[in-house]
């Protein structure tokens, strides 16, 4: 069984016991313990079902490579599903539970699949479940999806915190074990400003577990001392629990902090994402042990042979009281003598090499173990937990020559360099053939802005796997790092190593060599996935001979930990079925992140109302405080009424119309753009940017301009007002004032970038409030001193006036047909004149009124609205603004565009009014219908409506929109059919409903 | 994730901080020119595999528009330059030629 | 071909699936073909196979520098709708969408088109009247759509929040014959559907030059050889406008980044596709259990099949929002593709100033759901010289200024 030992563990401190839950079960493990260590030390073997067999699965590994162990973590706001136990460090109170099963981990219906596994190969799905064709949607899949996925959807929202973190270093070195500690050292030394992230809570890596020595002594003591050197620089930043996520253009590189899983309720972020620019990486990331491919090799107890050597050192846990060793390099021996050591029986150790290992397998034999050279596994006994093994002739196809009882198997088909971030942003790989392992070419790193290679391979990662060689290796790097940084490393040499020599692996990619189907069928090369040896097989056959075809069909390296056992031992299998080298097959494509990061932390801070921060104008606060239902307009809110207590929306409304047009209405028109347009060539340029002529505009005087891109297309409108001869004030619409200003500048700047022009957004720097109505000017003689009468100000002029003690701006003009001026302050004053335009209004019944009043008054008197009668297609031209575009003017912004033969087609829709024959409102987007359908079967259109309202003015719907010759056609009735197909029918009138002759606002 | 100097302030800069703008050096065609031309101004953009030649603005700083010379395969930046002028400077097009042996862009190669 | 059922599985199972043959025949290069189309993506191989299917055309051959279906195909989030409001765009999409619920039946392969239904949600009043323009044009094109309350919302995706303190949810555009297909299917199942046809579709075959005469196109070479073609078809989203400039003529075209990721796979939590525009996100959740997210895509002209982190940060953002029970999940993997992007943002289908070579591009970041009307249509444009799905995305339509553009409810103003 699985067990706690009674002394060892170096990461534990067994004075703090800790107690969690599994399944419900009370379980103890202590301090120092992952998830993973404190399972075994229950002799919790089983943990969790596969993804399609549900087959029992244990856990296979001591790191970020495990496929199998995942659990749904925590409870409620605070449950995660698929939480790999090895990296997750095992706190008081912990709660998780298995995945994947019904209606237990113990008894699962869904193992069905597994006794069915014969009729479920690679790709099965694509082959079946063809008919009948309802049942796919109805039956199939919906089967498939409760069986599939893995684990439970979280329902609750999730309470805690994450941030972003941005940092800039010269040298960033991923990876805390000796490789990493010494290539930060070296880059530290050289006065670098240098970053080491370890994604465990531990410095040092592999190296205490594997033994060796380093200057003379223990790993451990190599390890303290750089780490207390590197602690003594000011120009080193150390973290722990942080993890390299992905490397992107240009050393930007990811980092991934879990702050607070080991701690849940500390103060604090969960997850910290760190942003980083580095100048250079060193990827000092280590390696992964590969299993072995032999049947049965998912059985729970069938472990890397790394694994069981980190649980028995690091934790104190024994695997198994009985460890068989399945290898074909020396590394595993080290298992075998640390087992052996702890006083652990080990029956043997089977290597399939036939000339076995070098100075461990000495060792080994030395303590006692029994070594089989030339040997594999042909059958694993045991379901739920390992019985035995059958031991083979790895030359041979599988015959049985014994069989050894084991409670586990430590298994190891060598190691492969982490390479992951190397390969994110496009460093490639060779494949080192005597070592068989892919490796980083350093020829080929990924290049930054500068077109040099800004990351490098350290240690293991590198494909160094003896301790001097790493640290030579890594001290290199660290070196080389720094001086690609414009630092200059120290004269000094890497620390000296030594470890036993070993003999040099020999690939093994098939337990045994010959394997018959049967065994092939049992050989797993996916654990999560459920995919074996016979499915690449089988993949290769159908003619699925890319890498990338193999992965796809048959699920291999697509599971939670993307491959990271699987993957070369399956393109090995494929090269092998297609009869080619393993480098002409190539490995699938590397992606961010190396493992799974939470959403959470990528949506960082921004969440609920600091979700997108909102912009306000001086009065927003009012509005909010008076009923204000919100409208997003761009990044801003503003008020789509103003609900009294009682009423409906489209009282609200009704109720602000009918106000307005009868007496005084305020509108809070603070989020129109404002531009300052100044400079000598100023009109010159206003008249390229508009459709209009404006370099004559006196003064004093305001005009409505339009203004289209270069395509011809009609994207903005507003009121233009010249200042003085050398500035003009340019209104653009709310969503439009940033593009615009940004359009003004790009053309002055790339274009016409000797023309004296300078322009400013001053849109947040004025409050402007609509002061419309009869009473509009009653209301402002009341403040003011000013001649505001007809004369005083007519119509589309503006003067600076005193109101209410504020120096003011005031613009005569009028979206609305009614007398009607917009008054311009500080935006630090808006406030203050919004409450005295309030005051002073009481007696006329002042009422502010929202952006649908607004677009209600502008489509009675017929004036067109940017994103309604406008949507990107339309040229100024549809609209019957030919007023509005000078014919003087040799060129325009969209001139050109619109000569061209689409824009100047007879047939375009153009704009008209529409009235409905019933007095009903049309609806919004309806469509005008004409005879027939066209070629693909659609119904023939002639128009369509652009603005629809209820004029509370005329109690009727009022509708503009664009049909086909719609001015020539006026009094023609159109059929405009509901989505429901009901037909509503609208005559062609002009589109000016209210006030035709312009008397309102012209008083 | 590109990282761009302005030419105008001199910040070096995270992609976030600029506005891409599309090709650079184009001519303007306006009334008077033929719908080739118009056409070939508004639409029919370089869309090379490797040295490119392009504008950005650096919207969330000084404001001003420049000039990059960019590998669109490699990402390699070339150099950034004012973007009022008509053609490349010698020494990007220096560079460009060392690093990138008979490149070729419209006609500044 | 043998043809593909739970009979056939069974039978093969007591053999050890030893008998399965090739999904598709991996030929050598003959010296002519009547058609050749460049690029065995999705568009390329349906291209061919209503080729076969609807003219009679199979001395075919479909070049692929790669892998089969390995560009965008490959690479998308399987999201198929036509809830599109341009005439000519709801045409072409319509019509791929009724091919993909018969595909696995008219292939025998199952590429596991699942009508979970889309909605597209309206979070501004501005986005509302947009799409209850498209409710009614959709209804006169004969697309299936409707306009739906938020509380229909929340009932069909009861993770959703439909009260965002920023953007709430006012209703949305539902398809409800609309949804996802398994993609990689697709390209296989067309693929083997062609190679039983008898023709040849040719992996690891790079077009290296485009030969002509008197300006019709004679054939290509490659670096397998020059093969001959009476008439041609580019099919090669992301690498157009390079094969164009070897027929010799510019394409309105830009390619850049598009960005998607996935979270670690979950029991089934939604059942319908949900795209918010307003916030730029959007999340579907694979048969396998993993929740399928879109990206943004990079402004700038990028070959790398890779993009900017900050898209993917502003994507998960609003998601995390919008369904606030996703932020314990984990992002499993993220990617990119190169997406041609044309100066409407639809697509060219079109005879091109080459005789007889036609061009099929620039689908942006709406390929997939297309695969099979683009693939119905320009198969008819090429053994007809026209095609109503086709006609109106000409490559002229740029020189006239009769764009197609369905981006026309996201401008906000007032």
């Not at chain 1, 990662?461 to 060689?469: E, K, N, V, Y």
């Not at chain 2, 101004?41 to 000084?62: I, Q, S």
């Not at chain 3, 979070?123 to 409707?146: F, I, K, M, P, S």
Request: hydrophobic share 40%; with cysteine; glycine share 12%.
């Amino acid at each position: 069984m699985s067990t706690r030992l009674a002394k060892g563990g170096r990461l534990l401190n067994r004075g703090k016991p800790l107690d969690f839950t599994f399944n419900g079960k009370n379980l103890r493990g202590v301090e120092g313990d992952t998830l993973a260590s404190a399972l075994l030390a229950n002799d919790q073997m089983l943990v969790g079902r596969s993804f399609k067999y549900h087959r029992p699965r244990g856990i296979v590994a001591s790191g970020a490579e495990e496929p199998n162990a995942l659990v749904g973590l925590g409870e409620e706001a605070r449950f995660e599903p698929n939480q790999r136990v090895t990296t997750t460090e095992l706190f008081d109170g912990l709660t998780c539970a298995s995945q994947n099963h019904w209606p237990s981990l113990e008894f699962d219906v869904g193992a069905i699949n597994s006794r069915l596994a014969r009729f479920l190969p690679a790709g099965f799905y694509y082959k079946t479940f063809i008919h009948p064709r309802p049942f796919w949607k109805h039956v199939y899949e919906p089967i498939i999806r409760q069986s599939a996925g893995l684990g439970k959807a979280p329902r609750d929202r999730d309470r805690d915190r994450y941030e972003h973190f941005y940092a800039f270093f010269d040298v960033v070195v991923i990876g805390g074990g000796v490789a990493g500690l010494q290539a930060a050292k070296a880059a530290g030394a050289a006065g670098a400003k240098v970053l080491l992230m370890e994604q465990t809570p531990h410095w040092g890596g592999r190296a205490p577990v594997d033994g060796g020595l380093i200057e003379g002594a223990p790993p451990e003591n190599f390890i303290d001392r750089t780490l207390a050197e590197l602690e003594a620089m000011e120009n080193v930043t150390l973290r722990t629990r942080m993890m390299g996520a992905g490397v992107y253009d240009h050393g930007y590189l990811l980092g991934y902090e879990r702050v607070g899983d080991h701690q849940p309720d500390a103060h604090g972020p969960r997850h910290r994402l760190w942003r980083i620019r580095a100048g250079q990486i060193v990827t000092a990331t280590g390696a992964i042990e590969r299993p072995l491919s032999f049947a049965g090799n998912d059985v729970p107890g069938v472990m890397l042979a790394s694994a069981i050597r980190d649980y028995a050192v690091n934790y104190g846990v024994s695997v198994g009281d009985r460890t068989v060793v399945v290898t074909n390099n020396d590394d595993a021996y080290r298992t075998a003598i640390t087992l052996k050591q702890l006083g652990l029986e080990v029956p043997a150790i089977i290597d399939a090499r036939p000339g076995g290992g070098g100075a461990l397998a000495a060792e080994a034999v030395a303590l006692g173990i029994r070594v089989e050279n030339g040997r594999g596994v042909a059958w694993v006994k045991g379901r739920k937990r390992v019985e035995g093994v059958e031991i083979c002739a790895q030359a041979g196809e599988g015959a049985a020559l014994e069989e050894i009882k084991c409670d586990a198997v430590a298994m190891s088909g060598g190691w492969s360099p982490v390479v992951h971030l190397w390969s994110h942003c496009g460093g490639k790989l060779y494949w080192d053939e005597a070592a068989a392992m892919f490796r980083p070419d350093p020829d080929k790193a990924p290049t930054g802005a500068d077109g040099e290679g800004f990351v490098r391979a350290a240690g293991a990662a590198d494909g160094q796997f003896d301790l001097a060689a790493v640290l030579d290796n890594a001290d290199a790097a660290g070196k080389a790092a720094a001086q690609a940084t414009g630092h200059k490393p120290q004269d000094t040499a890497a620390p000296k190593a030594e470890a036993k020599a070993e003999n040099p692996i020999e690939p093994v990619w098939m337990m045994p060599q010959g394997a018959s189907i049967k065994l092939r069928m049992k050989a797993w090369l996916d654990f999560q996935n459920d995919v074996k040896v016979s499915d690449v097989q089988l993949a290769a056959r159908e003619g699925f001979e890319s890498v990338e075809h193999a992965k796809r069909y048959t699920t291999l390296g697509m599971a939670t930990d993307q491959g990271k056992l699987s993957n070369i031992n399956g393109l090995a299998i494929l090269s092998d079925a297609l009869g080619q080298p393993i480098p002409q097959t190539g490995t699938t494509t590397f992606r961010p992140p190396y493992t799974p990061i939470s959403l959470a932390s990528i949506a960082g801070e921004a969440r609920d109302a600091a979700f997108q921060p909102i912009r306000k104008t001086p009065m927003h606060d009012w509005h909010a405080a008076h009923g204000a239902y919100w409208e997003p307009v761009g990044a801003w809110r503003r008020p789509y009424c103003f609900q009294r207590p009682g009423e409906t929306i489209e009282d609200a409304v009704q109720r602000e119309v009918k106000a307005t047009r009868d007496s005084l209405g305020l509108l809070d028109a603070s989020t129109l753009g404002k531009i300052i347009v100044k400079g000598p060539d100023a009109g010159r340029f206003l008249d390229m940017l508009y459709t209009n002529m404006m370099s004559t505009l006196k003064p004093g005087r305001c005009r409505y301009g339009l203004m289209c891109n270069e395509n011809g297309f009609l994207m903005d409108d507003g009121v233009v007002a010249r200042l003085d001869d050398d500035t003009f004030l340019c209104h653009t619409t709310t969503g439009g004032a940033d593009t615009i200003h940004a359009h003004m500048e790009e053309w002055l700047q790339t274009e016409w970038w000797d023309w004296k022009v300078y322009t400013a957004n001053v849109t947040e720097q004025y409050a402007q409030i609509g002061v419309v109505g009869p009473k509009s000017r009653k209301v402002l003689e009341k403040l003011s001193d000013d001649d505001l009468s007809a004369e005083g100000l007519s119509f589309m002029g503006w003067k600076d006036i005193e109101l209410a003690g504020l120096k003011a701006r005031a613009f005569r003009i009028s979206f609305s047909g009614e007398l009607s001026y917009e008054i311009s302050v500080p935006a630090g004053q808006g406030r203050a004149l919004w409450d005295k335009l309030l005051e002073a209004g009481a007696e006329f019944g002042v009422t502010p009124y929202g952006t649908e009043a607004l677009h209600i008054m502008r489509a009675e008197k017929g004036f067109i609205m940017i994103g309604d009668e406008t949507d990107g297609t339309v040229i100024p031209q549809d609209l019957g603004l030919h007023w509005a575009i000078s014919k003087k003017k040799d060129d325009y912004l969209g001139k050109r565009a619109q000569a061209r033969s689409h824009m100047t087609d007879p047939t375009r829709w153009k704009l008209v009014g529409l009235e409905t024959l019933d007095g009903s409102t049309l609806p919004d987007g309806a469509y005008a219908t004409a005879e027939g359908a066209n070629a693909n079967g659609q119904r023939n259109v002639q128009g369509r409506v652009t603005s629809t309202y209820h004029s509370p003015t005329l109690g009727r719907g009022i509708a503009m929109g664009l049909v086909l010759n719609g001015p020539d056609r006026m009094g023609d009735v159109l059929e405009f059919p509901r989505v429901d197909g009901h037909v509503i029918r609208a005559k062609i009138v002009e589109p000016i409903f209210y006030d035709k002759d312009g008397e309102k606002q012209n008083v | 994730m590109l990282i761009l100097t302005c030419p105008c302030c001199g910040v070096t800069a995270e992609e976030t901080e600029f506005h891409p703008g599309g090709e650079a050096h184009l001519t303007r065609y306006g009334p008077g020119s033929s719908d080739d031309e118009f056409h070939g101004y508004l639409f029919e953009k370089v869309n090379p595999k490797g040295v490119h030649f392009e504008r950005w603005r650096h919207a969330n700083g000084c404001g001003k528009w420049f000039h990059a010379a960019r590998c669109t395969v490699t990402l390699e930046v070339f150099g950034t330059y004012s973007a009022q002028t008509t053609e490349p400077p010698q020494h990007i097009k220096d560079k460009i030629s060392a690093k990138r042996p008979g490149w070729s862009w419209r006609e500044f190669a | 071909m043998k043809r593909y059922s739970a009979f056939a599985v069974a039978r093969e199972a007591l053999r050890n699936h030893m008998g399965w043959e090739r999904a598709w025949a991996s030929p050598e290069p003959k010296k002519k073909y009547d058609v050749i189309i460049i690029g065995a993506g999705g568009h390329g191989l349906a291209t061919a196979y209503y080729l076969g299917r609807n003219f009679g055309i199979t001395n075919v051959a479909v070049l692929e520098k790669g892998w089969l279906g390995g560009g965008n195909t490959g690479r998308n989030t399987t999201i198929i709708r036509s809830n599109y409001l341009q005439d000519p765009s709801a045409a072409i999409y319509e019509k791929s969408r009724s091919l993909y619920e018969t595909l696995s039946q008219d292939l025998n392969y199952n590429i596991m088109y699942s009508p979970r239904g889309v909605m597209m949600l309206a979070q501004t009043q501005h986005e509302v009247r947009g799409y209850e323009r498209t409710a009614h044009a959709n209804a006169l094109q004969g697309v299936a759509t409707e306009f739906i309350s938020p509380s229909r919302v929340k009932e069909l995706v009861p993770i959703i929040n439909i009260d965002g303190p920023r953007y709430p949810v006012l209703g949305a555009l539902w398809q409800a014959r609309a949804g996802t297909a398994r993609h990689d299917a697709v390209a296989w199942g067309y693929a083997r559907a062609c190679s039983a046809m008898g023709m040849d579709i040719i992996q690891k075959c790079e077009v290296t030059g485009i030969t002509r005469e008197a300006g019709r196109v004679t054939g290509v070479t490659t670096n397998r050889g020059d093969i001959a073609c009476d008439k041609l078809g580019i099919v090669v989203a992301g690498h157009s406008g390079h094969l164009a400039d070897m027929a010799g003529f510019r394409l309105p075209i830009e390619s850049v980044a598009l960005q998607a990721l996935v979270s670690e796979p979950i029991k089934p939590c939604m059942d319908v596709v949900v795209m918010a525009n307003t916030v730029h996100g959007y999340m579907s959740q694979s048969d396998k259990g993993e929740m399928v997210i879109g990206g943004g895509a990079d402004g700038y002209n990028n070959y790398t099949q890779r993009g900017s982190f900050h898209h993917i940060e502003e994507t998960v953002r609003a998601l995390v929002e919008t369904f606030p029970m996703i932020a314990r999940l984990k992002m499993l993997r993220q990617w990119g593709g190169i997406v041609d992007m044309t100066g409407d943002r639809s697509p060219i289908l079109s005879r091109t100033p080459l005789e007889n070579c036609f061009i099929n591009c620039g689908w942006g970041t709406g390929g997939f759901k297309a695969i099979p009307g683009s693939g119905w249509g320009f198969a008819e444009l090429m053994a007809k010289g026209h095609s109503p799905l086709c006609d109106a995305f000409s490559l002229n339509r740029f020189r006239e200024g009769r764009f197609i553009d369905e981006s026309v409810a996201a401008g906000v103003a007032h």
